[in-house]
């Protein structure tokens, strides 16, 4: 089955820099590529979503790349604020299959 | 509009004892899946409900999981014989019908502990 792996399990950064978070996925056949913050006490929430026909996806400051060769995909929040602290969870799906596979999440503190 | 609610929000029951989580997807909404939570790890998949078919069950850890849906709304997730490695944080996502569209609306969990 699918193997998702994720890194750095913990990301400290300062307000205003840059911070990525990096997954490699094991099947080919995924084809979708969502991310997800989840804040303390909440379930997580979609942030965005790439599919294998994209190679990259902006919204504002968020930006997610994937390379289907090496199969890894990333997410990136360019201009940090506080409120971007949270767990972040990749997570890999391939066509045909409605599951998913998980991350097991990055913890994000931003640092006024 | 309203999203994906779960109750309780915490439970806290005691080892043996059966418990009854519930999930109340977005209307509209003809798929539904259970995750597990557990203290610093990723989401774990129990159980996938689409429309009339038969769940997908391959997550389910154990047979004292049990799951159900009625009506394609309302599903609930059974623990018989709780056991300590049963606590985490149950959520439930449901998502709107339709081709490739696998984005996940998740609830805020239910936390539950096992004394």
């Known amino acids: 089955g699918e193997n998702v792996e994720q890194h750095p399990s913990t990301l400290s950064v300062q307000e205003g820099d840059s911070a990525v978070i990096k997954c490699t996925y094991s099947?080919?056949?995924?084809?979708?590529f969502p991310w997800y913050k989840q804040e303390l006490g909440k379930g997580p929430q979609l942030i965005i979503d790439?599919?294998?026909?994209?190679g990259e996806k902006k919204d504002q400051r968020i930006a997610v790349t994937l390379n289907k060769t090496a199969k890894h995909f990333s997410l990136h929040i360019t201009e940090t604020q506080p409120e971007d602290s949270a767990v972040y969870f990749c997570?890999?799906?391939?066509?045909?299959?409605?599951?998913?596979?998980f991350g097991r999440g990055t913890s994000l503190i931003v640092h006024p | 509009g309203a999203g994906v609610s779960q109750s309780p929000s915490n439970k806290v029951t005691e080892k043996g004892k059966d418990v009854e989580l519930r999930c109340d997807p977005i209307?509209?909404?003809?798929?539904l899946y259970w995750y597990r939570q557990s203290l610093g790890q990723g989401l774990e998949f129990l159980i996938y409900?689409?429309?009339?078919?038969?769940?997908?069950k391959s997550g389910l850890p154990s047979d004292r999981f049990s799951a159900e849906r009625t009506g394609g709304s309302v599903s609930t997730l059974t623990i018989q014989r709780t056991q300590q490695e049963d606590s985490a944080v149950y959520l439930c996502?449901?998502?709107?019908?339709?081709?490739?569209?696998?984005?996940?609306?998740f609830g805020p969990g239910t936390r539950l502990t096992v004394t």
């Open positions: 790439i599919r294998s026909n994209v």
């Open positions: 209307s509209g909404h003809t798929a």
């Open positions: 996502a449901s998502s709107p019908s339709g081709g490739a569209s696998l984005e996940q609306y």
């Open positions: 997570a890999a799906s391939r066509r045909g299959s409605y599951i998913p596979t």
């Open positions: 409900f689409q429309g009339n078919s038969a769940p997908d």
């Open positions: 099947d080919s056949a995924s084809n979708y």
